[in-house]
């Protein structure tokens, strides 16, 4: 019976003109919360509010002001945030769209960022969440799907005015939410590299067991997607480098350099366990190879033991009726000595061969 493929239902905002806001993903929020953070050398405010227009009131502050949403499905909260900013619709678009693909783009105004953020949920799963951010003159959005992120010890330093963030401009802070999330990378790919040396470990102390081959592929996939999500943003941070925007400061250009070199940290350690999962499952496969040829050679040890021995029963089990030694005395006896001799020298050439 032929098997028939179930279709794909079509995405209902696959059809609609560039620029529509139509959320497309897979974590639905009750309420859009907004955070505002307003600093500047000598003053902080931070204001946590149910209602986007709260927001409005913070950019003619002179001051650097990052407004952090969190909920991406009520579509019109987003929408007056970006009428107010003046932000491009495809911007819009592309923020309420989680199966982006990282990327920067470019506008007179602002810079419009898109990238993953790995963390691990309390659980003990790992969770991928689409992160939009729009950098301005004084200001910074960024938009999240769902509540949790890795922004606590940035908030932190803040709002205790550690090192020098309250005195940068916003591409300072820009520059510190990126970093916040390499750091991360670094943790997630980190607690990845413990996993696959127990698994290595456990493979080559042959305790693996029937559900060895699913942990080896499940690193994998999971190590194939986190680099998915990796690779990409070394290109983003490359490009903020490289960038004539007015937006970045040159001072804050050093940093990015630094940050670059720590995404290509990332990518390198990402392929390099990418090389031994491969190696992992190259060797299990070896390991119950090797283990089957074992068994493959005692069963040829024991039947080519036995063949003599069958050959010897069988001539003799011959209903012949003119068979001298079926006559002797002590014929049955000699027939179980040559049979045991056999046996002893077979056991001692193999012993010798370093089959046994």
């Avoid at 003053?43 to 949403?69: C, G, H, M, P, R």
């Avoid at 107010?84 to 199966?99: A, I, K, Q, S």
């Avoid at 970093?179 to 698994?199: C, P, Q, T, W």
């Avoid at 190879?289 to 001539?315: C, D, H, Q, R, Y």
Wanted: negative net charge; aromatic residues 12%.
């Amino acid at each position: 019976m032929m098997k028939i493929k179930k279709r794909r239902k079509p995405n209902k905002a696959s059809n609609l003109p560039p620029g529509t806001i139509s959320y497309k993903g897979k974590k639905f929020s009750d309420v859009t919360t907004v955070e505002i953070i307003n600093y500047s050398i000598d003053s902080y405010t931070k204001l946590d509010s149910k209602n986007v227009e709260d927001a409005f009131n913070f950019k003619e502050t002179n001051q650097v002001t990052w407004i952090n949403v969190n909920g991406l499905n009520a579509t019109e909260n987003i929408e007056k945030l970006g009428l107010h900013y003046h932000l491009h619709p495809l911007t819009l678009e592309d923020v309420v769209d989680t199966t982006h693909r990282p990327k920067i783009d470019e506008f007179e105004d602002y810079l419009f960022i898109v990238f993953k953020m790995l963390y691990f949920k309390d659980d003990g799963v790992l969770n991928y969440e689409q992160v939009s951010m729009v950098v301005g003159e004084s200001y910074v959005l960024t938009f999240q799907e769902a509540d949790g992120d890795v922004f606590d010890e940035l908030r932190e330093r803040i709002s205790n005015a550690k090192g020098r963030i309250r005195s940068q401009g916003s591409d300072y802070l820009m520059y510190a939410i990126l970093d916040a999330v390499v750091d991360n990378y670094m943790s997630v790919i980190e607690d990845f590299g413990d996993r696959i040396e127990d698994l290595e470990t456990d493979v080559f102390a042959s305790e693996s067991n029937g559900s060895t081959p699913s942990q080896i592929q499940g690193l994998k996939r999971e190590i194939l997607k986190i680099r998915r999500s990796i690779f990409p943003f070394r290109e983003i941070i490359n490009r903020l480098e490289k960038s004539e925007c007015k937006i970045i400061d040159i001072k804050t250009r050093s940093y990015l350099r630094d940050l670059y070199d720590h995404t290509i940290q990332v990518s390198e350690t990402i392929d390099l366990y990418r090389e031994m999962i491969w190696s992992i499952m190259d060797m299990y496969m070896t390991l119950i190879s090797n283990k089957m040829n074992e068994v493959m050679k005692v069963l040829t040890i024991i039947a080519t033991i036995f063949i003599p021995l069958t050959f010897i029963a069988g001539v003799y089990g011959m209903n012949f009726n003119n068979m001298p030694e079926l006559h002797y005395k002590y014929g049955y006896y000699v027939v179980w000595a040559v049979m045991i001799v056999l046996f002893i020298l077979m056991l001692i050439y193999f012993r010798r061969k370093r089959w046994l």
